[in-house]
């Protein structure tokens, strides 16, 4: 069975202070894909990134980074600096590779960067 | 602004109703989904439509019809709904077709229904 847990439902924390979201998968798939996407208030999801299970290089883009382990079955996601616009709910899924377009999602941590 | 507009924006509708959500997108996607966000609960996909052709339903009652005329739009009819489908109701797009079936979703704003 495919799972994905976020663990933290709520996090909170004051501008500037770095954040790390977690994300733990579980699949019995050797090739697969995780994404986040983030939530603003909006509503819109907003893509984030897209891994491959071949690629376990860590990503860094502005203040995002991601570091995926294979070993330990995570893909956890950190701002740095966060700032007030950073508040919003991040997801984390899961694919199967192939011909497939189901996403297994996580239930979401909502993150509040207070000023 | 998004590529993908969802109307209206909020709905609220008695169980009697018909109401029909509407998503257009402009980015030139063939693949096009309905997703259920519940408090709670994970992300329910609904419907996907690659290149017009309906290609997932995941055990959504029948009360919810999608219709998906062309590549660039997609409806979501609803008739005698239950307090318990009220959700926000999310469109998405991407690429279609075999090759990017793991290609990222662009998503709407989403439809907050409300059903009374």
């Known amino acids: 069975a495919q799972k994905v847990t976020q663990a933290q439902t709520e996090i909170s924390v004051v501008e500037k202070e770095d954040v790390t979201l977690d994300c733990v998968y579980e699949?019995?798939?050797?090739?697969?894909?995780l994404f986040w996407y983030k939530q603003p208030p909006s509503g819109e999801l907003v893509f984030l990134i897209r891994?491959?299970?071949?690629d376990e290089q860590n990503e860094i883009s502005g203040r995002y980074s991601w570091n995926f382990q294979k070993s330990t079955s995570s893909f956890n996601f950190t701002i740095t600096a966060s700032q007030v616009v950073d508040s919003a709910v991040y997801f984390c899924?899961?694919?199967?590779?192939?011909?497939?377009?189901?996403?297994?999602w996580g239930l979401g941590t909502s993150l509040a960067v207070n000023p | 602004e998004t590529g993908v507009t969802q109307t209206p924006r909020h709905l609220v509708m008695g169980m009697t109703n018909k109401k029909s959500l509407k998503c257009e997108q402009h980015?030139?996607?063939?693949?096009m989904y309905w997703y259920k966000q519940s408090a709670k609960k994970p992300l329910e996909l609904m419907f996907v439509?690659?290149?017009?052709?309906?290609?997932e339903n995941n055990s959504v009652p029948s009360r919810f019809s999608p219709e998906c005329p062309n590549s660039s739009h997609l409806f979501l009819h609803l008739h005698t709904l239950q307090p318990e489908d009220s959700a926000l109701y999310l469109c998405?797009?991407?690429?279609?077709?075999?090759?990017?079936?793991?290609?990222?979703?662009?998503f709407g704003n989403g439809t907050r229904l409300t059903v009374t």
């Open positions: 899924a899961l694919a199967r590779a192939g011909n497939n377009r189901k996403l297994i």
């Open positions: 891994r491959n299970s071949f």
């Open positions: 980015l030139g996607h063939n693949a």
């Open positions: 998405a797009s991407s690429q279609g077709g075999r090759v990017h079936n793991n290609s990222p979703l662009h």
């Open positions: 699949t019995r798939d050797t090739t697969y894909y």
């Open positions: 439509y690659n290149f017009k052709e309906q290609t």
